[in-house]
């Protein structure tokens, strides 16, 4: 894949999953918290690695993983836009440094797997990332989405057939 396609395929992604969010119309708190379910499938052929991390207050810094299991920590990253954009080039995992719920799992063709997240504070941001590890551009997508107010939040990352992936943020004002 060339570079050039390769960042507007990661700027879509990061605009995707939070184009669709919005807050319901009652704003009321639901007590406990907001409910938080991810889920990823893969339909592909691929091995990928699937990674999602819930954030209250910002990443308060970013550690990104790579294919040869090299680390870069970009400590004063507090959201995606502060991380370079070549900086995801081979990476295939991250985690925020700061405080966080992280849940990565790898995934072969035809499977998927549902995370439900213990209770976070409304307004909480969602970061997910896709990486085939074993290509060279292993980074597929990169993305975040909140639900501000609403009871419940349901992230779905879907990888299709033919590698290209969907990222969906449904926000309810029902849990």
Same mark, same amino acid.
């Given at each position: 894949m060339q570079r050039r396609?390769?960042?507007?395929?990661?700027?879509?992604?990061?605009?995707v999953p939070v184009a669709g969010c919005s807050a319901p119309a009652d704003s009321t708190p639901t007590p406990g918290g907001q409910r @938080?379910? *991810?889920? $990823?499938?893969n339909e592909s052929?691929?091995?990928? #690695?699937? /990674?999602?991390?819930v954030?209250?207050?910002?990443?308060?810094?970013?550690?990104?993983?790579?294919?040869?299991?090299?680390?870069?920590?970009?400590?004063?990253?507090?959201?995606?836009?502060?991380?370079?954009a070549d900086a995801w080039d081979g990476a295939v995992t991250f985690e925020p440094v700061g405080p966080h719920q992280r849940r990565q799992f790898r995934?072969?063709?035809?499977?998927? @797997?549902? *995370?439900? $997240?213990?209770?976070?504070?409304?307004?909480?941001? #969602?970061? /997910?990332?896709?990486?085939?590890?074993?290509?060279e551009?292993?980074?597929?997508?990169?993305?975040?989405?909140?639900?501000?107010?609403?009871?419940a939040a349901e992230v779905s990352v879907q990888v299709d057939a033919e590698g290209r992936v969907h990222l969906h943020t449904t926000c309810k004002s029902e849990a």
């Open positions: 396609q390769y960042f507007a395929g990661l700027g879509l992604a990061l605009a @938080l379910t *991810v889920s $990823f499938s052929d691929r091995t990928l #690695v699937f /990674t999602a991390a954030v209250e207050a910002g990443l308060g810094g970013v550690r990104i993983t790579y294919r040869d299991d090299s680390e870069r920590t970009f400590p004063d990253a507090d959201t995606l836009d502060d991380v370079p995934s072969t063709g035809g499977s998927g @797997l549902g *995370v439900e $997240f213990e209770p976070v504070a409304f307004g909480s941001t #969602v970061v /997910t990332t896709v990486a085939a590890p074993n290509t551009q292993s980074i597929r997508s990169v993305g975040a989405g909140t639900c501000g107010e609403a009871a």
